[in-house]
């Protein structure tokens, strides 16, 4: 029987709690901004995955770009998931983290040599490969080493996929991603001849936050057309990549990934293929809540601002797609006064917010609100403008809780400049 799925950061007698924690007190002992992730609903969102496509053969590769936290990393890598990298950077993550290289696929349209040796000398499952210079260029490696390199080609399916900013489409003829059909068939058929090449599978990838089961429905079947045509050439492909992408409820609709994989997991029935998820936002996203202080209200003409410790540095999703984020007191009290505000942070930019007109409850000086949905694209997007630390991230998983990643202090700030 698959288990009821449980909301991260439930409210209970009026404050927010993280596993078996108080928030208020995890602020308290750690300082604000701070994010707080909440690892038992990571591995519910895990275990729904598994059950959604049980008889795919399924390998989870985590999408580590969404957080790449190797706290975090670690023991989803106990849970048995794999990694979906897109750098050298993340690669040493993930193996940093114990996750077998077994278990990794490399996608990324720009991937250097230096990145492409340390794949092969990792001895990674498979290249997602993008251009036809990377297949290239891989071969001569491999075959400068002596080895086979292991790759798949990321087909780009010419969906424009509806997701809530142009920015996360990427399976659209005009993306930088992937190659067109006919462009891989013919890479295909030149590997075929390539004795340092393995063809071990296909990838696709149509975007980010999306919540509609017909576009990954459209993607998979125009790849199956691919592996269809070439098996009839002799070339017989192990793995079929979907890609992730898929949306959580920021502030409406999220993937039913049960519905999904009831739909797409008959079309893969005689295929032979197993099935590679690869899952950022919609295993993590959920699982982190942003903690950050009140600093003080400000009236300017018609408008209230909330000015709190994090802005754009800790969260740029806001100000860089638009992004809505729920914000909740994480102390609640009664009878608040409701208005229309903007939450906004001490970077000096206007683009600097976490909310635009927002009705809330207005909050006082000194007060703690929660930013929700923050697991995904939230730390690893951060930055060190206006020479601003970064928070902590702190795990939590039922009754422990853990110091992911300390505060950064004045000194890392500056760490590796010169003055000459
Ligand atoms: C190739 C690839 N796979 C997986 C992902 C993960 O997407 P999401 O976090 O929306 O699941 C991305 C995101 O950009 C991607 O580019």
């Given at each position: 029987?698959?288990?009821?799925?449980?909301?991260?950061f439930?409210?209970?007698?009026?404050?927010?709690?993280?596993?078996?924690?108080?928030?208020?007190?995890?602020?308290?002992?750690?300082?604000?901004?701070?994010?707080?992730?909440?690892?038992?609903?990571?591995?519910?969102?895990?275990?729904?995955?598994?059950?959604?496509?049980?008889?795919?053969?399924?390998?989870?590769?985590?999408?580590?770009?969404?957080?790449?936290?190797?706290?975090?990393?670690?023991?989803?890598?106990?849970?048995?998931?794999?990694?979906?990298?897109?750098?050298?950077?993340?690669?040493?993550?993930?193996?940093?983290?114990?996750?077998?290289?077994?278990?990794?696929?490399?996608?990324?349209?720009?991937?250097?040599?230096?990145?492409?040796?340390?794949?092969?000398?990792?001895?990674?499952?498979?290249?997602?490969?993008?251009?036809?210079?990377?297949?290239?260029?891989?071969?001569?490696?491999?075959?400068?080493?002596?080895?086979?390199?292991?790759?798949?080609?990321?087909?780009?399916?010419?969906?424009?996929?509806?997701?809530?900013?142009?920015?996360?489409?990427?399976?659209?003829?005009?993306?930088?991603?992937?190659?067109?059909?006919?462009?891989?068939?013919?890479?295909?058929?030149?590997?075929?001849?390539?004795?340092?090449?393995?063809?071990?599978?296909?990838?696709?990838?149509?975007?980010?936050?999306?919540?509609?089961?017909?576009?990954?429905?459209?993607?998979?079947?125009?790849?199956?057309?691919?592996?269809?045509?070439?098996?009839?050439?002799?070339?017989?492909?192990?793995?079929?990549?979907?890609?992730?992408?898929?949306?959580?409820?920021?502030?409406?609709?999220?993937?039913?990934?049960?519905?999904?994989?009831?739909?797409?997991?008959?079309?893969?029935?005689?295929?032979?293929?197993?099935?590679?998820?690869?899952?950022?936002?919609?295993?993590?996203?959920?699982?982190?809540l942003?903690?950050?202080?009140?600093?003080?209200?400000?009236?300017?003409?018609?408008?209230?601002?909330?000015?709190?410790?994090?802005?754009?540095?800790?969260?740029?999703?806001?100000?860089?797609?638009?992004?809505?984020h729920g914000i909740r007191?994480?102390?609640?009290?009664?009878?608040?006064?409701?208005?229309?505000?903007?939450?906004?942070?001490?970077?000096?930019?206007?683009?600097?917010?976490?909310?635009?007109?927002?009705?809330?409850?207005?909050?006082?000086?000194?007060?703690?609100?929660g930013i929700e949905n923050v697991?995904?694209?939230?730390?690893?997007?951060?930055?060190?403008?206006?020479?601003?630390?970064?928070?902590?991230?702190?795990?939590?998983?039922?009754?422990?809780?853990?110091?992911?990643?300390?505060?950064?202090?004045?000194?890392?700030?500056?760490?590796?400049?010169?003055?000459?």
């Open positions: 029987m698959p288990q009821a799925e449980f909301r991260p439930p409210s209970t007698e009026g404050v927010i709690r993280c596993g078996s924690f108080s928030v208020e007190d995890l602020a308290d002992r750690y300082g604000t901004p701070l994010y707080l992730y909440d690892f038992d609903f990571i591995r519910t969102r895990v275990r729904t995955f598994r059950e959604a496509f049980q008889d795919t053969g399924l390998l989870l590769a985590y999408s580590v770009k969404a957080n790449g936290n190797l706290g975090l990393l670690s023991r989803l890598g106990t849970l048995g998931v794999g990694a979906d990298i897109v750098s050298g950077g993340e690669l040493f993550r993930a193996l940093q983290a114990g996750i077998g290289p077994g278990k990794v696929v490399f996608a990324g349209v720009g991937k250097t040599e230096e990145e492409l040796r340390a794949g092969l000398e990792a001895q990674i499952y498979s290249f997602n490969v993008e251009t036809v210079e990377e297949l290239h260029r891989l071969e001569e490696m491999a075959r400068e080493r002596g080895g086979r390199a292991p790759f798949g080609i990321r087909i780009n399916p010419d969906i424009l996929s509806p997701t809530p900013h142009e920015y996360t489409r990427t399976g659209h003829a005009e993306s930088k991603f992937g190659l067109p059909v006919q462009v891989a068939v013919e890479l295909y058929r030149w590997a075929a001849t390539r004795p340092h090449l393995h063809a071990r599978g296909i990838d696709v990838h149509i975007g980010s936050q999306i919540v509609e089961q017909a576009p990954y429905k459209r993607a998979l079947m125009s790849v199956l057309e691919v592996v269809h045509l070439l098996r009839k050439e002799g070339i017989q492909l192990e793995y079929l990549d979907l890609g992730g992408g898929f949306g959580i409820p920021y502030d409406g609709e999220s993937m039913d990934i049960r519905a999904l994989g009831r739909e797409l997991t008959p079309l893969l029935k005689d295929s032979e293929l197993r099935l590679i998820l690869e899952p950022g936002r919609s295993l993590v996203g959920e699982a982190g942003l903690v950050t202080r009140v600093l003080g209200l400000k009236v300017a003409g018609a408008k209230t601002f909330v000015i709190t410790d994090a802005g754009m540095t800790d969260l740029l999703r806001p100000s860089h797609y638009g992004a809505y007191p994480v102390v609640e009290v009664e009878n608040r006064e409701v208005g229309v505000v903007d939450v906004v942070g001490p970077v000096c930019e206007t683009g600097d917010f976490l909310a635009l007109d927002r009705e809330m409850p207005l909050p006082g000086p000194g007060e703690l609100l697991g995904a694209y939230g730390f690893v997007m951060s930055s060190n403008y206006n020479a601003r630390p970064r928070p902590p991230e702190v795990m939590v998983d039922r009754d422990e809780v853990f110091l992911i990643r300390e505060r950064e202090t004045y000194g890392d700030l500056v760490r590796g400049e010169v003055i000459p």
